[in-house]
């Protein structure tokens, strides 16, 4: 069974632009959840989504924000990046709510 | 607020040793506690518990949870190189659809 993918693995923009990083879930899993890493703050949920529908969110200001596809593949859009957005951000799936998160290699974002 | 503290933060040993890494949390509805290896990128699932007193047990690893003093131990037996990685504990609140909340983390490093 093919893991979590996401594309692509690094990234580097400049401050203002914004950028999409895409995730392809387990297949059967329904419920993708994002994470932002950095050194200082961990792991920080962003966001999760279910069935198309934002089901949870962390606190992260508004230029976050993400979507979720019928075939449950999702996208994070992340618009006026700012230096503080250099980051790695995982994107993790699972079958249910009780289940464990199962992480792809990340998106490493470089903001300059 | 919410939190999970891991400790210690870091950890250097040599190969064949044992080593305990703790978990204590404070979560208004606790639902299950998970144990992570980051070593590169994606953070791969070690165990999940939601009773105390259960251990579980993969081959040189093992974990326990304790529900009344809330805190949770990741036992590595006979340790190897390749257990060198960041060990991540993370408490599900099953208040939040079961949001995910993270500890920094303990960095172990197995020198040879």
């Known amino acids: 069974k093919a893991g979590v993918t996401q594309t692509p693995r690094y990234l580097i923009k400049t401050r203002g632009q914004q950028v999409t990083l895409s995730c392809s879930p387990i297949?059967?899993?329904?419920?993708v959840s994002w994470y932002q890493q950095t050194p200082g703050q961990g792991l920080q949920f962003l966001f999760e989504y279910f069935s198309e529908t934002q089901r949870n969110k962390g606190n992260f200001p508004g230029r976050f924000s993400g979507r979720q596809f019928s075939n449950s593949r999702s996208e994070m859009n992340v618009s006026t990046l700012e230096l503080g957005d250099s980051a790695l951000y995982l994107c993790a799936s699972r079958f249910e709510v009780n289940s464990p998160l199962h992480f792809g290699n990340g998106t490493r974002l470089t903001v300059t | 607020e919410d939190k999970v503290v891991q400790s210690p933060l870091s950890l250097v040993v040599h190969e064949g040793d044992t080593v305990t890494l703790n978990c204590s949390y404070e979560v208004t509805n606790f639902r299950s506690l998970l144990w992570y290896k980051q070593e590169k990128k994606a953070p791969t699932f070690l165990f999940m518990l939601?009773?105390?007193?259960i251990e579980k047990k993969s081959g040189r690893l093992s974990s326990i949870l304790d529900k009344k003093e809330l805190f949770s131990i990741l036992n590595i037996t006979a340790t190897q190189t390749g257990d060198s990685a960041i060990y991540l504990c993370?408490?599900?609140?099953?208040?939040?659809?079961?949001?995910?909340?993270f500890g920094k983390g303990t960095k172990l490093s197995v020198k040879p």
């Open positions: 297949s059967g899993h329904r419920s």
């Open positions: 939601t009773s105390s007193g």
């Open positions: 993370a408490v599900s609140d099953g208040g939040s659809q079961g949001n995910l909340i």
